[in-house]
């Protein structure tokens, strides 16, 4: 902590976490694009591609970890729009899970105002970092998207 800065409360999560119930590793299904898809990690990464037998593979996979390792895939070619709009199909999935299960977007809401952060030592985009000063867009989509369910309940 640095000399006149005050430490603020902070909610944290990693986004691996099959168990946290808000993490995209947690088995909730749900359905999108015409498909029940077994996490949103599962989505995310089969979003990446255009090829409709390589995103049903994905779909398929075991588990959230499994479906992570074929989105890394280099021998198939990811979108060439995926970085503009990897953001919004995060958000998507993580919404539409959210609608599907009362209950996680309650966990959500029960965060009351504080900042959430993805305490990713590794992962600078979606996590906070070993510094805590990476763009977490993990924690502030998660933020987004309380402040929308907030937004319907009234």
């Known amino acids: 902590m640095?000399?006149?800065?005050?430490?603020?409360?902070?909610?944290?999560?990693?986004?691996?976490?099959?168990?946290?119930p808000l993490a995209s590793y947690a088995q909730y299904?749900?359905?999108?694009?015409?498909?029940?898809?077994?996490?949103?990690e599962h989505y995310y990464q089969a979003m990446k591609f255009g090829d409709a037998e390589y995103r049903e593979q994905i779909r398929l996979a075991p588990t959230?970890?499994?479906a992570a390792?074929?989105?890394?895939?280099?021998?198939?070619?990811?979108?060439?729009?995926?970085d503009k709009v990897k953001v919004i199909v995060m958000t998507r999935g993580t919404y539409i899970k959210c609608r599907t299960y009362p209950d996680i977007a309650q966990t959500l809401l029960d965060t009351g105002?504080?900042?959430?952060?993805?305490?990713?030592?590794y992962d600078y985009f979606w996590g906070s970092g070993r510094d805590m000063r990476a763009t977490n867009a993990f924690g502030q989509m998660l933020m987004d998207i309380r402040e929308k369910l907030r937004a319907e309940l009234n």
């Open 2 to 20: 640095f000399f006149g800065q005050k430490e603020k409360k902070l909610f944290t999560l990693t986004r691996t976490d099959p168990d946290n």
């Open 29 to 40: 299904p749900f359905e999108l694009e015409g498909c029940e898809w077994p996490s949103v």
């Open 64 to 66: 959230p970890k499994d």
């Open 69 to 82: 390792s074929l989105g890394k895939s280099k021998k198939h070619q990811k979108r060439k729009d995926w």
């Open 113 to 121: 105002e504080i900042d959430i952060a993805d305490v990713s030592q």
